[in-house]
């Protein structure tokens, strides 16, 4: 199965500014998604990435707060922009990966970030 | 909508234990079911699945079964160890890639 990087695994910032993550892949894969685990919580899809186009926001997720680039077939980053407490959570990659085709998504290990 | 629902943690046992982690689901059609593994410091791992009713998922000692009639798909293992101490997610798909996931179970398995 692929193998995901993200960067940075974790980080503390401050309230009001802006952090990239970096999700790459090690194969070329055709659709990223993006992931919130919020304490406690279970992971909540943000959106999905497609190589040459838009991403696809789920509701309550707006570019704006989370834009989102996908350069190539291999890599994807994710904007936390003007950061809250609230978005103190883990932020995972992940992308598709079954031959089966029952939609089986390989993850990475996770950004933990911590507003303050 | 789709909805994952599975116990709360943390789950504690000891070593040889016998494991039940139960997970029920709402969804319309028939959406494959899943069982992710989330160790310490790692990303989430595919644990096993199983895509229509009836089918039984293992791997590692670790098995879960599809139950329409109770819309259930509850993860059991015979014998834990200390290193399947982990966050257990119990998951959908309807169909295509969009995972829907339960609030995970912690388990803690002491020597």
Redesign the interface.
């Known amino acids: 199965s692929a193998v ?1 990087s ?1 960067k940075p695994s974790r980080d503390i910032c401050q309230r009001g500014t802006s952090l990239t993550i970096q999700c790459q892949v090690d194969s070329q894969v055709t ?1 990223m ?1 993006w992931y919130r685990q919020q304490p ?6 943000i959106a ?1 990435a497609n190589q040459g186009s838009e991403a696809t926001y789920e509701s309550g997720f707006v570019i704006d707060k989370f834009p989102i680039s996908r350069p190539n077939l291999t890599f994807s980053t994710l904007t936390v922009s003007n950061m809250s407490p609230e978005d103190s959570s883990i932020y ?1 990659c ?1 992308v ?1 990966q079954d031959p ?1 085709g ?9 950004s933990r970030l911590t507003v303050l | 909508g789709n909805s994952v629902t599975q116990m709360e943690g943390p789950v504690t046992l000891s070593e040889e234990a016998f494991l039940t982690i139960n997970c029920t689901y709402t969804a319309t059609g028939y959406p494959s079911l899943f069982w992710y593994v989330q160790y310490p410091g790692e990303g989430l791992q595919l644990l096993l699945k199983a895509t229509k009713a009836d089918d039984k998922g293992s791997n590692k000692g670790f098995e879960a079964t599809y139950r329409k009639e109770t819309t259930s798909f509850h993860l059991e293992k015979g014998s834990v160890q200390v290193s399947d101490s982990a966050v257990y997610f119990c998951a959908l798909s309807p169909g295509y890639s969009t995972l829907t996931f339960g609030k995970g179970t912690m388990l803690l398995v002491s020597p």
């Open positions: 995901i993200q659709m998604f406690g919580q279970s992971l909540t899809l999905t995972l992940s598709e089966s029952a939609n089986v998504l390989t993850f990475g290990a996770g």
